[in-house]
Structure formats: C-alpha cells, structure tokens
C-alpha cells in the first residue's frame, strides 16, 4: 500500500494561498453581486412607481394630453398592461402580445382600492410564443405594480391595442370632449429585470474571468515567494549535507535579513561550534586518556614480563608491589576521566541545597595535619558560610586544591574563606612551593597539564584534578582562577553566596 506522503513546503503555500484566494474571492464576489442585484432592483422598483406616479398625474383637457411628459406617457418603452374593471385589457405593451399573446390578463384592482398586498405581486408566465433554447422568455417571474387611474373612454376605445406606446391604435388626431366620460382601470407596470440582469450578467462574466486568473495570480506569486524564502532554507540544507565529521569546521550561510531563517541558520551555526569543540574535546580526551594509561600498563607489563622471563631471580614482592601501584594509578586515573565525562554529559542543574564551605574547609585542612610530615596547613575560615550547591562535589574541589597545594608546598599552605561580600563566598588555597608563571596560569586547568617544573608522572596524582575542580565550580555559578600571592600558587575560588532569606 502506496503511504501518502505531504506536500512540500512550497507547494503547501501555493496550494493554501490559492484556496484561501478561492474562499476570500469567491465570497466577496457573491456579496458584490447580491449587492449589485439588490441596488439594481430596487432601482427599477423606484422607477416604476416613479412612472406609475407620473401616469396618474396625466390629465386631458379640452382634447390635448397633458402630463409631467408632453406627447408621451411615463409608461411609454415599459413593460405595461392596462385592465378595466371587467376584466377587459385596453392595452398592453408590445413585447408581452408578441412574446404571450394566450396569456390571461393581469387582474382589475379591487373596487375598494389597492392594498399592500394587491398594489405588488409577481406574475409567472408560461411558455412564450417563441419555441427554442434562445426563448430566455419562458417561464419567467416578474415583479408588478399596480396603480388605478381615471382614464377617459375616448383613450380606452378600441380594447385590446398592443404597442409600445399608450396612445398606439388610437385616431390621430385623438379627440377627447371638455368634460370626457371616465373610465377606472388598473395599470399594471413590470418592473424592469433587464438592467438588473444585465448588471448581475455583468458581474458573473467578471467572477468566471477574474476569480480564476485571481486565484492563479496569487498561487504563483505564492508559490514564487515561498521559494525565494525558502531559497537560504535550501542552501543550508546543501551546506549541511557536505558537513561531516572531518568538515565540523564549515558552516551554513546565514541570510542578510534578520528573519526566522536567518535564526535558524545561526542556531545551526552555533550547534556546529558547540559539536566541533565537543568533538575537539573528545579526540583530545581519548588522545591523552590513551597516552596516561599507557604508561602504566606498559610499565606494569614490563615488570610482568621480565618475572615471567625470569621467575628465580624475581622479587615476587617487589613485583606485586609495583603492580599494585600501577593499578593504583590507572584505577585513580578512570575514576577521574568518568567523573569528568559524567560533568561534560550533565546538563541538568544542581540540586538547591545549603552547603557550609567553611566546615569543609576544615574538615579537609584536619585530615591533613596529621598524615602530611613536615608541612604546616593553615586555616582561616568564619563560623559558617553558606553555599548553594552539592557538598560530595565542593568537597572534591577543595580536595583536588589541598591535594595539589601539598604536592608542591616546601613547607606551609594556607586555607582562607573570606565571606564580607553579600553575594558571594571567596574560598583561597596557597602554597609556598614554587608557583605558576602568568604564562601557564590559564593552562594549567587543562586536562592532563603538567607543567615544566612540576611534579613527573611517577609522583601521584593524574592530571585531571585542578580540570576537575574548574569543572565544578563552574557548575556551580563560580569561577576558579590563579591569582598573584606573596609566594608559590594562589588559587582562588569564587562562589555565590545563599540566600539568607
């Protein structure tokens, strides 16, 4: 079964443009043309009671007409039929004897007057005289109005005229007495549908023509903006498809507006340089976590291979006692490398616990000052200083710093929390050993950094510790810095202070 797979991007927009052009058009264009055939109705219904009005104004006097139009009535060119009381039509217009010459008359008004309901009506006619499908004629509704008039029986004789004209069929030249007899009779006037047709013709030939070429209009202009906007969606695509392990050094292009695709290329931008450094990082890692772990096994190896190859001239103690040392020194060296892998891999924040930094401190100086020969450690440290943060890992970083401070002391360290400022905690730890130079101060948080005069790999420790202790405080909101001292390395450690409140 074939799965039904969405449209591109650019073809979505097209598509959605060009319907929503359809609905917004399509609706504007039926309220225009109910708007046009409302207004062009009531129009017509206008000027039909408007000529109605005028053809009772007509008098005739002393056998001359006489009316609000001279020589012509306002019922003139209109669709019209005249009706006595009984029933009897005198005239009707040319158009309804040509078109529905059976039709029945249209009805007198009743003797009491034209009422609301008898003054307008509709009139439905039947099939028309003309056969074929051109007879637009057939089976039409019109709208009628009604007017009653006095009209003089010499105007009304003969019955059953058809013209164009109200006088058509009458003498020339009509005689009409000083004092005529008159007759009542019923005007009925259709009001005109044609203009209104042909207006509303006019705005569906518009509509058939103009909304189509409206809706394709927009869905290419659509369909053209969409591309051009998606055009640096495709270049980073592009880029991105070239990128690959060994080319983290590219990066997509980012478009010269400031939009959300300019964002997105930034973003990706950045996602890049934070996978670079990691990758960076990671070679780095596992170059140097190779290198210090060779030592040791090659070592270990060494001593293993040359007992095996001599077993009666070995110190069987002597060997395991090495051995054990080396283990040692590989074992304290993975517990770091995890230790700082679980660092670099947890993003989530520290738990928000109160830590006394002082009494860690202390702790740390007191397990020192009777294992540690020959070496003096100095405490100087308030009551209690509070901390947020994690105490196993501030604990790690003073004895990362201790550790380190020990190792190259001659013979004193000095152990300082300093809590005067309100938001923060200074913690310094000092040595009177031989110092860092300004050159190495930043280079020393490296991992497996050792420095020139510093202790050799067959001394202790594995390099990791003061990238450790970096690594933590800055988890922590704080900052761990080499600073200038009287004598030998000053670190100092600044963390935030917690809240009292």
Known sequence: ??????????????????????????????????FVQVRMTEQARFLTTVALSGFSQTRFNGGHFEGPYRGSTSVDGHTFEIVLDSGEVVIRSANLATYYPTRAPLPPAPPDGLGPSTRFATQTFGPGAVPGPDNNLANRTFQVQAEVVDLPVEVVRPLGRAGHFFFSGL?????????????????????????????????????????????????LVAWLVAGRALRPVAAIRAEMATISEHALQRRVPVPVARDEIADLAATTNATLDRLQRAMHQQQQFV???????????????????????????????AVTERAGQDIDRMQALITDLLL??????????????????????????????????????????????????????????????????VRHAESSVWVTVTSDAPDRVILEVRDDGPGISPADRDRVFDRFT???????????????????????????????????????ARFVVTLPRANKE
């Open 171 to 219: 003498p020339d030249p009509l005689v009409v007495p000083d004092h005529p007899t008159y007759v009542r009779a019923t005007v009925w006037l259709f009001v005109d549908p044609y203009s209104t047709e042909r207006a509303v013709g006019g705005v569906d030939g518009a509509l058939a023509v103009g909304l189509p070429l409206s809706v394709l209009f927009v869905a």
């Open 450 to 488: 050792r420095l020139d005069d510093a202790r050799t790999r067959d001394t202790g420790g594995t390099g990791l510790g003061l990238a450790i202790a970096s690594v933590i405080v800055h988890r922590h909101g704080g900052t761990l810095t080499v600073a200038d001292g009287p004598g030998g």
């Open 1 to 34: 079964m074939r799965r039904w797979r969405p449209l591109a991007t650019r073809a979505r927009s097209a598509i959605t443009a060009a319907v929503a052009c359809a609905l917004v058009f399509t609706a504007g264009g039926f309220a225009a043309r109910h």
């Open 287 to 317: 170059a140097d976590a190779s290198h210090e772990l060779r030592s040791p096994l090659a070592n270990l190896r060494t001593w293993l291979d040359v007992a095996r190859a001599h077993p009666e001239h070995t110190d069987w103690l």
């Open 340 to 405: 700082l892998a679980q660092h670099d891999a947890q993003q989530r924040p520290l738990p928000d616990r109160l830590v006394d930094i002082a009494a860690l401190a202390e702790e740390q100086v007191a397990e020192r000052r009777y294992v540690v020969d020959g070496l003096t450690i100095h405490a100087d440290t308030p009551a209690e200083v509070l901390v947020p943060g994690h105490a196993e890992h501030l604990e790690r970083v003073l004895r990362n710093l201790l550790d380190n401070a």
